[in-house]
């Protein structure tokens, strides 16, 4: 038990909350719009919406996700945040701008004003689902991260850290939180970079030790070589980077933070923050994995327990803390976004149906009461989920039709025909894919759902599009520059 | 400490790379660079 730690912790993140909500309410206290809560009034500057960025897509799957990847893939593991980073490209270079000029506030009401309002809906339901997904995962790594702390049931943890998240996201708006992001980024990347210092000194024969350890044996070989197999290059480092891009380029988790910038030359610009916060961050965590993988005594805690277990065993308390703080605040700010979202979704697109003309104030109240929703669906259901990395990959494969149809929508032809059947056929043949165990039936276990999803859905795309009547794309025969 | 140092520089090479492209690629994307709103079911 590492009460001390806990405390200290838990002051910490409680008082970076209290004291970033009190500023900021106090700067915007003349405005009184409700739409400040989940799109701070859109008046962000880059740097602000990049770092939002960069951590909001950063969670589970980046910390304690991928030092759980190094025990079968090593170093390799930092593939997903390299990933990460040609996603930031696609995301503030090319999508996001595009939905920006629609003047559409979630992905359903863009896809509506491509398509229609079924296909808004379509999507609506399945974001927001998705969306719940994702907050579940990170309730479970903060549960992971409390559990290790103080030796208790993960189930317990996973209680206290969702009550806690549920109160980081409803206390605070998308303003607040893209403050304490700043806060979290500096606190995560101290903490990342004294834990591999420390390390050094604490592991048993230093880094020299692991590596030695690893390289004797032909099977771990290629753990410490970031290029060391070309399978994993293929199936996992490559499905990664085009899955990321092809979900989160049209995902309302990706849109969230870009729909508060002040402009798009404030989008493109913001590249420079998001994509080095989240894109240089896994290598660290993947060096933590290996270490922990290469000594016996915590390679037999399992691979999602032994890199916590290294970490309290090993390092002094306040370099714990610190790690603790830094894991803790990241899965945070990517819970409050991956709450905000659906919550946003149904508050925005599912509600507006019933109630067109409903005020903002409704609607930012709606929206909190579906965080809580969220929070205690993800806490129920959270210990029933797989890895994070496979979670976050059958995630990707959704939005792979997506992109597809918005491509086509916007530049070539619309037809919500063709969307509908579209997206409904490619996510049922992922299902079978993945959740049905077709993938593992046939023995194709590296090809990946999303490769699947993606040749799924251009081809029926393309034959539905030319085939369906339809309109114009949104943006074909206009000028480059409008 | 080898594989400490390779692994650190080859990822923040990569990253910066891919990031440096990105931007280029987001300076020839010009139709992004307006805010101005298209509402194009009006025109049809």
């Given amino acids: ?482 | 400490m080898h594989m400490v140092i390779t692994s650190l520089t080859q990822v923040i090479v990569t990253v910066f790379i891919i990031t440096i492209v990105g931007y280029i690629i987001g300076k020839f994307a010009k139709f992004g660079n307006s805010d101005e709103i298209i509402q194009r079911d009006e025109e049809d």
């Fill in chain 1, 1 to 482: 038990m590492n009460w001390g730690i806990l405390i200290a912790v838990i002051i910490y993140e409680i008082f970076s909350i209290f004291i970033v909500t009190a500023l900021v309410s106090r700067k915007h206290k003349k405005n009184a719009a409700g739409s400040d809560f989940a799109f701070a009034s859109g008046g962000l500057s880059s740097p602000l919406v990049g770092i939002t960025l960069g951590l909001t897509l950063l969670g589970a799957a980046h910390n304690w996700g991928t030092c759980q990847n190094s025990a079968t893939m090593g170093v390799m593991g930092a593939w997903m945040g390299i990933a990460c980073s040609v996603m930031m490209v696609v995301i503030t270079q090319i999508c996001a701008p595009w939905i920006r000029r629609t003047g559409s506030k979630t992905i359903s009401e863009f896809m509506g004003k491509i398509f229609g309002k079924n296909t808004r809906i379509a999507l609506a339901c399945v974001q927001a689902a998705l969306g719940i997904a994702m907050a579940c995962m990170e309730i479970e790594v903060i549960g992971v991260t409390l559990s290790a702390l103080t030796g208790w049931d993960y189930m317990l943890c996973s209680l206290i850290g969702g009550i806690f998240a549920m109160l980081y996201v409803v206390l605070a708006g998308m303003n607040e939180v893209a403050w304490l992001n700043v806060i979290n980024a500096v606190v995560m990347w101290a903490s990342l970079i004294v834990v591999l210092i420390s390390l050094a000194r604490y592991l048993p024969g230093g880094w020299d030790g692991i590596e030695a350890t690893l390289t004797a044996n032909p099977d771990t070989e290629w753990f410490t070589n970031l290029f060391g197999s070309k399978t994993f290059l293929i199936a996992f480092a490559l499905p990664n980077a085009i899955g990321a891009s092809v979900f989160h380029a049209f995902s309302q988790a990706g849109y969230q933070a870009v729909a508060t910038a002040k402009d798009n030359r404030a989008v493109k610009k913001s590249l420079w923050f998001a994509s080095p916060i989240n894109g240089c961050f896994c290598i660290i965590p993947a060096l933590i994995g290996v270490a922990a993988f290469a000594i016996p005594q915590f390679r037999e805690a399992g691979t999602m327990m032994m890199s916590p277990m290294m970490i309290v065993t090993l390092l002094p308390k306040p370099v714990i803390a610190l790690l603790a703080a830094g894991f803790l605040g990241v899965n945070l700010s990517s819970f409050a976004v991956m709450a905000l979202a659906p919550a946003t979704i149904i508050s925005h697109d599912v509600y507006t149906i019933k109630e067109p003309h409903a005020s903002e104030k409704k609607l930012t109240k709606l929206t909190r009461l579906w965080i809580v929703i969220i929070g205690i669906v993800s806490i129920i259901i959270c210990k029933f989920q797989p890895q994070p990395v496979i979670i976050v990959n059958w995630i990707f494969g959704f939005g792979a039709p997506v992109f597809v149809m918005v491509l086509i929508g916007l530049w070539w032809k619309r037809s919500e025909k063709a969307a509908i059947i579209t997206l409904i056929v490619s996510w049922i043949v992922l299902c079978i894919w993945s959740t049905f165990g077709l993938q593992n039936y046939l023995g194709l276990t590296n090809f990946n759902g999303v490769y699947l999803s993606i040749i799924c859905s251009a081809v029926i795309g393309i034959i539905t599009t030319v085939v369906c009547p339809g309109k114009k794309g949104l943006f074909a025969g206009l000028k480059k520059k409008a």
